[in-house]
C-alpha cells in the first residue's frame, strides 16, 4: 500500500508494570538479532564516548539487518534539552542526545532496524525524540486491570503449590493499583512465609499476609506496645473504620488491625470491588472522611490527640488539593487548572517557585482547600457521634483481639457480641498441646 514500517517504538508506563519484560518477550519472537543497552550505558565522564558509542551501535545494527535496537530507560540520555543541562559547554548527554536523533532520522526506508525504548518520564524527554520519524509508536503499558492481575498471579503461582482454600481472584481484587512486579514479589513472599512455618501448601492467609507486606510492610508482631498507646490506637483505626463501613460511597472494608506494620501503629484496610479510572466528588469527599475518622476518634474518647494522624492528614491534604487545583471540584474557582506541572508550560525555562496565578487566587486556593477539609471533617464527626456505642465496641474488640474482619466489624455494628478465640487462648491451647506430647521422663 506504499507504507513504511515505524522507525522507533516508545513503551511508556510506570515502574513495574512490564515494559522491559515485553522487549524480552519481542527478542524472542522477532526471530531477527536483539541489540539491548540501557541509557545509562551511554553516559561517561569524558565527552563523547557516548555519541561514539551511539554510532558504533548503531553501525553495527545496520551490519545486521533486520534487527532490533532496545534502549532501556531511554530518560537517562533523552532529556529535555536547554536549560535541564548544566555545566556549561559540551555535555556528554546533549552529545549522545543529538548522535542518537541523527542516527534514527538517517536511516534509509530499506535499513529495516526498528529502534524499542522504554521509559516511566514520557514527560521529560526531547520533543524532537518524540515527533513522528523517530519514536512513531508510543505504547503505553497501564497498570494491569482485574484480568490483568489475576492472569499476571496464575503465571507466578505455577510454581507454586497452592492449597485448595486459596482463591487467587479474591486476591486480585484486592489488589488495585498493583504492578505486575508487585504481585510477582506477592506469591513469592507468601511461598517463604509458608515454608518458615512449615507448610505443606500456600494457603489463603499467606496470600493475604503477602499482600499487606508488600504494601504496607512487615507486621511487628513482637512489638511491645504500652497499655495507652495500645488504646489510642485501637480507638484511631476503630473510627477509620465506623467511616469506612458506613459510608456507601467508600471502598467496603477488608479488615482492621492494631498490630503494627511498617511506620503505622495499625491499619484499616478496604478491598474495592472494582478498579478505579476516575475518582467522583463523593467519592473523594468519602475518602477524606475515612482519612479524619481515627483523629476524631481520638478527640472523643481518648481526650487528647496523637501523632498518629500524621499520614492521614497527609494523605486527606493532598486529596484535597488534588480535588481544587487539578480536577476542578471547586465551587468558588470552578473548572479551572492551577497545577504547576500542566503539560502545556515549558517546563525546561521554568522559575521555580514562579506561579502561574495572582496572590489573590493563591489565598483562594488555601481557602477552598480548608473548606473543603472541614467540610469532611465535619461529615466523619457527625456519623462518629451517632455511632459512638458502635465505636466503642470495635476498639474493645480490637484491644482483646488485635484483628477483626469485615464479618466482625459489622457484628459489632450491630450490636453483637464475638466469641471467637483469643490469640492468648490460641498460644495457651498449643502450649498445652505441646506439653501433652512431650515423653514423660
Not at 78 to 84: D, E, H, N, V
Not at 116 to 138: H, K, M, S, V
Not at 181 to 210: C, G, S
Not at 318 to 330: D, P
Request: glycine share 8%.
Amino acid at each position: 500500500m506504499g507504507g513504511r514500517i515505524p522507525r522507533g517504538v516508545l513503551l511508556v508506563g510506570p515502574p513495574g508494570c512490564g515494559k522491559t519484560l515485553l522487549a524480552k518477550a519481542i527478542s524472542g519472537e522477532a526471530d531477527v538479532p536483539f541489540f539491548s543497552i540501557s541509557g545509562s550505558d551511554f553516559v561517561e565522564m569524558f565527552v563523547g564516548v557516548g555519541a561514539s558509542r551511539v554510532r558504533d551501535l548503531f553501525r553495527q545494527a545496520k551490519e545486521n539487518s533486520p534487527c532490533i535496537i532496545f534502549l532501556d530507560e531511554v530518560d537517562a540520555i533523552g532529556r529535555k534539552r536547554g536549560a535541564a543541562f548544566v555545566g556549561g559547554g559540551h555535555d556528554e548527554r546533549e552529545q549522545t542526545l543529538n548522535a542518537i536523533l541523527v542516527e534514527m532520522d538517517g536511516f534509509d526506508t530499506n535499513d529495516q532496524v526498528i529502534v524499542l525504548a522504554a521509559t516511566n518520564r514520557a514527560d521529560i524527554l526531547d520533543n524532537a525524540l518524540t515527533r513522528p520519524g523517530r519514536f512513531d509508536r508510543q505504547i503505553f503499558v497501564p497498570l494491569p486491570d482485574l484480568r490483568g492481575r489475576l492472569d499476571i498471579l496464575k503465571v507466578h503461582a505455577r510454581k507454586i503449590k497452592l492449597s485448595p482454600d486459596s482463591n487467587l481472584e479474591r486476591l486480585a481484587r484486592g489488589t488495585p493499583m498493583f504492578t505486575g512486579a508487585d504481585l510477582a514479589a506477592i506469591i513469592n513472599e507468601a511461598a517463604l512465609m509458608a515454608t518458615m512455618e512449615n507448610k505443606d501448601f500456600v494457603e489463603m492467609v499467606d496470600l493475604e499476609e503477602a499482600r499487606d507486606k508488600v504494601r504496607w510492610g512487615r507486621a511487628k508482631k513482637s512489638r511491645v506496645m504500652d497499655e495507652n498507646e495500645k488504646s489510642i490506637t485501637a480507638y484511631h483505626e476503630a473510627g477509620h473504620t465506623v467511616v469506612q463501613s458506613l459510608l456507601k460511597e467508600a471502598d467496603p472494608l477488608h479488615k482492621v488491625s492494631i498490630i503494627p506494620r511498617g511506620p503505622m501503629g495499625g491499619a484499616t484496610f478496604a478491598l474495592p470491588e472494582k478498579d478505579r479510572t476516575i475518582f467522583t466528588k463523593r467519592y473523594c469527599m468519602a475518602l477524606l472522611q475515612v482519612c479524619f475518622g481515627g483523629r476524631i476518634a481520638e478527640e472523643l474518647f481518648c481526650d487528647d490527640i496523637s501523632s498518629g494522624a500524621h499520614s492521614d492528614i497527609l494523605q486527606a491534604t493532598k486529596i484535597a488539593k488534588q480535588m481544587v487545583l487539578n480536577w476542578g471540584m471547586s465551587t468558588e474557582l470552578g473548572p479551572v487548572s492551577y497545577d504547576q506541572d500542566w503539560g502545556g508550560r515549558d517546563q525546561v525555562f521554568a522559575v521555580p517557585g514562579e506561579k502561574d496565578y495572582s496572590e489573590k487566587t493563591a489565598e483562594a486556593i488555601d481557602g477552598e482547600i480548608k473548606k473543603i477539609t472541614d467540610e469532611a471533617y465535619a461529615k466523619a464527626k457527625d456519623l462518629i457521634v451517632k455511632n459512638k456505642n458502635g465505636l466503642e465496641r470495635i476498639a474493645k474488640g480490637l484491644l482483646k483481639y488485635e484483628t477483626l474482619d469485615a464479618e466482625d466489624v459489622k457484628l459489632l455494628l450491630e450490636g453483637g457480641e464475638l466469641n471467637k478465640p483469643t490469640v492468648s487462648d490460641l498460644l495457651a491451647a498449643e502450649q498445652a498441646k505441646t506439653e501433652q506430647s512431650e515423653p514423660e521422663t
